[in-house]
């Protein structure tokens, strides 16, 4: 397929972003962690980069830059967009509100993690030369939202947590919840009248 240089240059500063690792001793890093912790809890006072506060949000433990290594910076960004363009959605996933809860839910921040990674395997984004349709339709998306790949992200979340309660999962079958996340997504990416992300039914599950 070949590139417009806008979709080249927008590809590459997307590949960019997924090759940054979350570096703790970064100022810009240790910002958006605390922009992500005022976007999600305006109201409470951070005490701390480490401190157990984090667990509530769905982090492994007091710090959460260790649960990034799977997917980088990238993962943050993903999560602080969420919160901020979707803040009603972001607001309801974190709070696990409703639907019938399972007893052991997945933790919210490691999911969007997850998610991240699932996506950037998805797409393909890193290998030299196209292996996939889904890759070739969401280049060409790029070219219309440079912003395509935190819109998908915030796509996918929704339609985790909304597979998540149809199949009553429990966090032991998370992975499995998160295949069938990637089969919808791929299915709805590749129909015929989706030229944007906005443009996938499951774009209306936000708000």
């Keep these: 397929m070949n590139l417009t240089p806008l979709q080249e240059e927008r590809l590459q500063r997307l590949k960019h972003r ?3 690792y979350f570096d703790a001793s970064r100022q810009d890093h240790q910002g958006a962690l605390r922009a992500l912790w005022h976007a999600t809890y305006p109201d409470q006072e951070l005490h701390g980069l480490v401190s157990d506060q984090w667990k509530e949000m769905g982090w492994q433990g007091r710090d959460p830059s260790t649960d990034f290594r799977g997917a980088g910076f990238i993962s943050l960004e993903n999560l602080l967009f969420f919160a901020k363009t979707f803040s009603t959605s972001f607001q309801r996933l974190l709070k696990k509100q409703g639907g019938q809860r399972a007893t052991w839910e997945y933790p919210f921040a490691v999911a969007g993690v997850n998610i991240t990674f699932m996506i950037m395997q998805m797409l393909d984004l890193q290998s030299t030369k196209p ?4 890759r070739a339709v969401f280049v060409q998306m790029l070219s219309e939202d440079e912003w395509a790949f935190d819109l998908l992200y915030c796509v996918a979340f929704v339609v985790m947590d909304k597979q998540w309660l149809e199949k009553n999962a429990s966090y032991m079958e998370f992975n499995d919840v998160l295949r069938s996340t990637r089969a919808q997504l791929e299915r709805e990416l590749l129909l015929d009248d989706v030229m944007r992300i906005e443009d996938m ?3 209306g599950l936000l708000c």
């Design 201 to 203: 039914p499951s774009y």
């Design 18 to 20: 997924m090759r940054v």
């Design 131 to 134: 292996r996939t349709f889904v």
